[in-house]
């Protein structure tokens, strides 16, 4: 590459994305809308669709984070992606079911979150479909269990 | 001549390896057809055993996440700590821990410097810059108290106030530090057998490093010009006045390059800090448990984009935690840069992107 | 100092005539005929010999320690740091080291093959000290003086490629072949220039044998002044040829550990780190006799202290070169060898045949 890419002033504001966004996915929920962060609560179905919108329409260029939150009763799958083009840093939200852990992978469109998906699905237990090469990547490939789940209890203190 | 194609562990144990992990290269000849990045040898659950402590015992705890940069960890974690509290530092504090960050990147750099040296052969190069490290080593042992870990930040500010006379003792070592420095590119920039193992080696092109989510001066070094603390300021980053350093030819040498002028950056941005910090408090005081609800904070760690994800219940202990590492991802994104390349080349990239494999396990 | 050889010869005159007269004095017929037969020419000859050998030996081998103390201190001088302590100025930590290697207990890899492995160092080194034979310390202090001695040296040196070789294989160990298979490439692509340089000295002095050549360099003028490209090939090619940084790739710590020689233990693992040396010190000597005059030198000290220290300060420059640069990669150092040191020391042949056609020397 020869030339720098610069990222100085943002090309759109998040309030313009916000918008974009709800008008094209009505059942997207905006948590929050302020400068630098937009929080979006996203139903699993339209996951994928959201996320490949928000990378090809909106410039999200870059996946920083897929985490995983037990919450007892469901879990929730975060995807953190940032737009440089926009300074934006924004957080999807996706609610699945405890006896159904599966969610569509966003490797496909952005590779950084590869290994990402293999550590929730290590951790957690996480079922990401379309992921190119889903194995646990910290515990052994033997181990039985998902460590992270709020069911598997450590002990009081470790 | 039919020859096959040979499966080579590099690690766990390994002289070169930077921390413990595998890279298994699928060699024809000597040249690498596949890689393979292999870790969780040092998983040390952190994530779990934090879900079972108090706000502020977790403090020391951000510290060895990675124990090479440590200051920048436990920031990380304090600053993510105060968002979901909802207060911020005074301003004294927040000058100071600036400047305590950007000497806590010169030294990750220079251990960086070292690392490369040992990879490449040349112990020169690796006790000179160890020797740089000891000026800064001394500096914040003076401060903290410790050589590595040092524990300095708090949620609401940082520990203990400036020494006295610390900001002419910083000043004085790094006018030192710059005429070493001098030496010490000069050992390398003009160094031919150093630019026949670096120039061209290991390259990768700006859109594949931003789509593999890599971070830090290895996308720097490919000309890509994004700095978390140009683009979303935390701290009074935006009061500093710095360049950030990038490089267009996306191999061994431009990281390389990268590094030595975040250095010089850093050393700018210290001075300015420290003689711009208000007089007045250094700490705020915190109630036990935070409210309901989860943040977000992303820095710029030497080593790339680190971010926390923090979910508060209500209780004094977060119930998640999660760390995303840049060294995760930037193993991650490694095949591509060793496949074509040969087997001795395998240290120099791998050397070059600063591995430590403390934050890439947890 | 006067000739080796005629003083040992007088000593082993005086002391088996010493063993005759006790073997005479005991009075018994077939001891005193035993006596005499000690006292003839071709015994004397060869017990001579013997104790030459020896002490030549061991004055090498000192020499040769002494480089390694020098490495060690000068190497830490250049990172700023003090090299090694123990005992007067350093000078004991390499007995040390060899007490502690000598201790060692002796592992051979349950599936490698014995007999191989074992022979394969031993070639190794017995390569190392047949070629302190060779090589005179002045035309008073020597074993032999042969005829044919730089081809002598040169062609046991080439031994090296063979014994790495086998012992990379023999081990049962990847990287050990990888490592003995990237040695002998080097060793064997960078002796080539070695020779050339060889053949142009030799070109010009007109005499194979290492007397011979130093005292044309003593009449007419040090060869690294007409041959000064020569000298620089064949200063490269020897860091090369003695696998030291920048192209100690087979012997890579990064990567490799230790090279062919990774699964040696005990003594043969400290003689071959000591044999390394010993040759980059026979290499420096090879230089001081072909370039810098050998023991050439005012009378105010000894020859031989001319040829040591001249050997030393070579020395010198390829630790320098050690401190100064990283290793390079195996294609790289074939490169350099093959296409880079291989044309220069064709011109330097070149240079030393004008010259000699012109009559100049």
């Known amino acids: 590459m020869s030339q720098v890419i610069i990222y100085d002033t943002p090309d759109r504001s998040v309030e313009d994305i916000s918008k974009d966004i709800k008008s094209k996915f009505p059942a997207v929920e905006v948590l929050k809308a302020a400068p630098k962060r937009l929080h979006l609560q996203v139903p699993r179905e339209i996951s994928f669709e959201v996320c490949k919108f928000m990378k090809e329409g909106l410039n999200f260029e870059h996946c920083s984070c897929v985490t995983t939150v037990d919450y007892l009763d469901h879990f929730t799958v975060v995807f953190h992606v940032s737009s440089w083009t926009n300074h934006i840093l924004s957080e999807v939200l996706v609610d699945i079911p405890r006896d159904d852990p599966t969610v569509d992978s966003i490797t496909p469109l952005w590779g950084g979150a590869n290994w990402h998906e293999r550590e929730a699905y290590d951790l957690m237990g996480i079922v990401f479909k379309g992921h190119p090469d889903l194995r646990r990547i910290m515990m052994p490939e033997e181990f039985k269990f998902h460590p992270l789940r709020k069911d598997f209890i450590v002990g009081r203190r470790v | 001549m039919p020859t096959d194609e040979m499966w080579i562990n590099m690690g766990p144990q390994h002289p070169f390896n930077h921390g413990l992990w595998n890279l298994r290269v699928k060699l024809k000849g000597e040249t690498i057809t596949q890689a393979e990045p292999i870790i969780g040898y040092l998983h040390r659950g952190w994530e779990k055993m934090v879900e079972n402590r108090t706000y502020s015992q977790i403090v020391p705890l951000a510290d060895r996440l990675c124990y090479g940069s440590s200051l920048s960890w436990n920031h990380l974690y304090c600053l993510t700590a105060e968002k979901i509290y909802g207060i911020e530092a005074p301003d004294r504090a927040k000058y100071i821990r600036v400047a305590v960050l950007e000497l806590q990147r010169i030294t990750s750099h220079l251990t960086w410097l070292m690392a490369v040296g040992t990879d490449l052969g040349s112990y020169t190069i690796m006790t000179w810059s160890i020797r740089e490290r000891e000026l800064f080593l001394d500096l914040l042992c003076k401060l903290s108290g410790a050589r590595m870990t040092y524990n300095y930040c708090r949620i609401g500010g940082v520990r203990s106030d400036l020494p006295e006379n610390y900001e002419r003792d910083v000043n004085r070592t790094l006018d030192e530090f710059e005429k070493r420095l001098r030496d010490l590119e000069s050992l390398m920039d003009e160094n031919e057998p150093f630019l026949m193992r670096t120039v061209g080696i290991g390259k990768m092109d700006g859109k594949t490093a931003m789509n593999l989510g890599l971070t830090g001066p290895i996308m720097r070094a490919s000309g890509v010009e994004m700095d978390l603390r140009r683009l979303d300021p935390y701290e009074v980053y935006a009061d500093m006045k710095f360049d950030i350093c990038t490089h267009t030819d996306g191999d061994v040498y431009a990281r390389y390059r990268v590094r030595m002028d975040e250095m010089r950056e850093s050393m700018k941005i210290v001075r300015q800090a420290l003689a711009q910090a208000p007089a007045g408090p250094i700490r705020v005081k915190v109630p036990r448990c935070p409210p309901k609800g989860n943040v977000v904070n992303h820095v710029e760690d030497p080593r790339g984009e680190s971010l926390m994800y923090m979910v508060s219940d209500g209780s004094e202990r977060p119930y998640r935690l999660k760390v995303r590492s840049p060294n995760f991802v930037n193993l991650s994104a490694s095949p591509p840069m060793l496949v074509g390349f040969k087997i001795s080349d395998v240290p120099a990239i791998m050397g070059v992107m600063d591995m430590c494999i403390g934050e890439t396990d947890r | ?361």
């Open chain 3, 1 to 361: 100092m006067s000739n080796l050889y005629i003083e040992l010869t007088n000593f082993t005159e005086w002391l088996l005539g010493l063993v005759a007269a006790l073997l005479d004095w005991t009075k018994l017929g077939f001891l005193s005929d035993f006596g005499e037969w000690l006292q003839t020419a071709p015994v004397v000859d060869f017990v001579s010999t013997l104790l030459v050998a020896v002490i030549f030996l061991i004055t090498a081998m000192m020499f040769g320690l002494c480089f390694i103390w020098q490495e060690r201190k000068f190497l830490g001088r250049f990172m700023d740091r003090r090299g090694t302590q123990v005992g007067f100025l350093g000078f004991f930590q390499n007995f040390a080291d060899g007490i502690k290697v000598v201790l060692k207990e002796h592992i051979v890899p349950k599936d490698s093959d014995h007999r191989l492995f074992e022979m394969a160092i031993f070639a190794y080194l017995a390569s190392t000290f047949m070629l302190f034979g060779c090589i005179p310390f002045s035309d008073n202090f020597y074993v032999i003086n042969v005829n044919l001695a730089v081809l002598l040296g040169v062609a046991i040196f080439a031994f090296g490629p063979f014994s790495i070789l086998i012992g990379g294989w023999s081990s049962n160990n990847k990287f050990t072949l990888i490592g003995g298979m990237r040695a002998a490439a080097q060793l064997i692509a960078l002796e080539i220039p070695l020779l050339l340089c060889i053949v142009a000295v030799v070109v010009l002095t007109g005499d194979l044998s290492f007397v011979g050549i130093v005292t044309w360099q003593e009449q007419n003028i040090w060869l690294i002044v007409p041959l000064c490209i020569g000298a620089l090939t064949f200063f490269i090619a020897a860091i090369g040829e003695s696998e030291r940084i920048p192209f100690d790739l087979p012997e890579a710590e990064a990567e490799l550990v230790e090279g062919w020689a990774t699964e040696y233990g005990d003594v043969r693992w400290g003689l071959q780190m000591a044999s390394d040396y010993f040759r980059a010190y026979i290499l420096s000597g090879l230089f001081t006799m072909l370039f810098l005059g050998g023991w050439a030198g005012p009378e105010f000290i000894w020859a031989e202290a001319w040829y040591l220290a001249k050997t030393f300060v070579v020395f010198f420059f390829f630790i320098w070169v050690r401190a100064a640069t990283v290793r390079i990669r195996t294609d790289q150092i074939l490169k350099l060898g093959w296409r880079r040191l291989l044309p220069l020391a064709v011109i330097n042949l070149l240079i030393a045949v004008a010259l000699k056609v012109a009559g100049v020397f």
